[in-house]
């Protein structure tokens, strides 16, 4: 891939991050001033094979190179121009590009994931739906939105089974929180505390966790989480 000019591994770049459209990988490289045909040198190299208005690289770890290999702003400028180009029916996907495009909160693109975590939500796609809102509460400069869209990105990645993803998010959240612990945050650290829902070594320090953040404002819920973790402790000799 060095080996190739310019020209060729930017929009070889452009190919990796839009996918396999030759026209929309057209539209975003003319977006990046970029020409489309750039691409008959890496033809002729056997990395990608043009053909039928589509683009395909030989081999997926080729695609990989070609994008860890570019430096930060040219990946960033690739994405805003695959955003750019993405036709405005496919909201989700711009949205996406534009959240790879910068790296520092933006409020109206925190806007455009938290409905594209919404139109996940709606179709079943919980991991989708919880990785939206996650990037969603990392974009958000207002910390009482973010702290809500980490909450909604823990339920939804319970929602999904994966309880340990949850707690990560919980406790980012907690990290800072403008404010004392919400309803939802201690019902779902209980529900996730739940014996059989974690990895067991896990379990009790969750109780612990969860019985310190209701402490501030339903301290009948904390004694409830710590008699749980101290109980469940005992009957599992920890």
Do not use: K
Not at 25 to 51: I, N
């Amino acid at each position: 891939v060095s080996r190739l000019s310019t020209g060729c591994r930017a929009a070889l770049l452009v190919a990796a991050v839009c996918g396999t459209d030759l026209r929309l990988v057209a539209d975003a490289c003319a977006a990046l001033g970029t020409d489309v045909r750039e691409l008959g040198e890496a033809e002729d190299r056997d990395l990608v094979a043009v053909a039928d208005g589509r683009v395909e690289f030989r081999h997926p770890l080729l695609r990989a190179a070609v994008y860890s290999r570019a430096s930060t702003r040219e990946r960033q400028a690739a994405h805003r121009a695959a955003a750019n180009a993405t036709p405005a029916a496919n909201a989700d996907r711009r949205a996406w590009h534009l959240a790879e495009a910068t790296w520092q909160p933006d409020a109206a693109i925190a806007d455009r994931l938290a409905r594209t975590g919404e139109r996940a939500l709606s179709r079943a796609a919980f991991s989708a739906a919880a990785a939206a809102f996650e990037r969603s509460a990392q974009l958000e400069p207002d910390t009482g939105r973010r702290d809500a869209r980490l909450l909604r990105a823990a339920d939804v990645a319970w929602a999904a089974g994966d309880g340990e993803r949850a707690l990560v998010l919980l406790d980012r959240r907690s990290v800072g929180a403008a404010t004392t612990p919400s309803t939802g945050e201690i019902e779902l650290r209980a529900s996730i505390a739940a014996p059989n829902s974690i990895s067991p070594p896990r379990v009790s320090s969750v109780f612990a966790l969860c019985a310190a953040r209701c402490s501030a404002v339903r301290p009948s819920a904390a004694r409830a989480a710590a008699c749980a973790g101290v109980t469940l402790s005992i009957s599992r000799g920890r």
